[in-house]
């Protein structure tokens, strides 16, 4: 069974930094695309970003392009989300994803809060 747990959301002002982190269980993660997407209160999830399983391609939602980096340690099975210059809109919960092994695979999010 595949587990993929987040950690490292927290509150933060805007212009702040914050990572995020989300450990995957199992021994095939270096295999896969891992994603990150978000949800705002009253709002749908969205899709954040992608990277693929070489880590030199990686794609971003307009909304966070240049600010948000996605990275991954295969050796640590774990993908990672720095986001900097955060904005008061970029509030949600944050959530791991991977299509691992045929079936689709959601951590339990993580709380991300941008005051201003």
């Known amino acids: 069974q595949v587990q993929l747990v987040e950690s490292g959301g927290g509150l933060v002002q805007a212009g702040g930094s914050l990572r995020l982190s989300c450990a995957v269980s199992?021994?095939?993660?270096?295999?896969?695309?891992m994603n990150w997407y978000r949800q705002a209160p009253g709002k749908q999830r969205e899709w954040v970003a992608t990277i693929h399983t070489g880590s030199s391609t990686v794609n971003y939602a307009d909304s966070v392009k240049g600010r948000f980096a996605v990275s991954r340690d295969n050796a640590k099975n774990t993908v990672y989300l720095q986001m900097n210059n955060l904005k008061t809109e970029d509030t949600a919960i944050y959530y791991c994803?991977?299509?691992?092994?045929?079936?689709?695979?959601w951590g339990q999010g993580t709380q991300v809060t941008v005051s201003w």
């Open positions: 199992g021994n095939i993660f270096s295999r896969y695309a």
């Open positions: 994803n991977g299509f691992i092994a045929g079936n689709e695979y």
